[in-house]
Nanobody, 127 residues
Framework: EVQLVESGGGSVQAGGSLRLSCAAS????????MGWFRQAPGKEREGVAA???????SYADSVKGRFTTSQDNAKNTLYLQMNSLKPEDTAMYYC?????????????????????WGQGTQVTVSS
């Protein structure tokens, strides 16, 4: 059974940092496109960052230069380091496994019916 368990969310002031973790089990971690998504109240879920098995990354324009995703294949754990946080980063953050690949072979920020999801962890940034 595939399981994704996020942790590390919390409340922080603007300009602060948080590090999210996603512990994965039940599948071969290094064989999947992994990623982070977020959803704010009343808004659609949006892709934040994706990472390929070789460490290649993709980011949404809104977080480039501020967020960094990484993975530890030995620990089956995905990370999202978030720096210079802004109030508009406030959302529920979800870990995802099994994202679509782009035509150039890199992971995209797109999911499909077979994408696996964690339960989410809340990030709140106050001004």
């Amino acid at each position: 059974e595939v399981q994704l368990v996020e942790s590390g969310g919390g409340s922080v002031q603007a300009g602060g940092s948080l590090r999210l973790s996603c512990a994965a089990s039940g599948f071969t971690f290094s064989s999947y496109c992994m990623g982070w998504f977020r959803q704010a109240p009343g808004k659609e879920r949006e892709g934040v960052a994706a990472i390929d098995s070789d460490g290649s990354t993709s980011y949404a324009d809104s977080v480039k230069g501020r967020f960094t995703t990484s993975q530890d294949n030995a620990k089956n754990t995905l990370y999202l380091q978030m720096n210079s946080l802004k109030p508009e980063d406030t959302a529920m953050y979800y870990c995802a496994a099994g994202l679509l690949y782009r035509s150039d072979g890199y992971c995209s920020l797109a999911w499909y019916k077979d994408t696996y999801w964690g339960q989410g962890t809340q990030v709140t940034v106050s001004s």
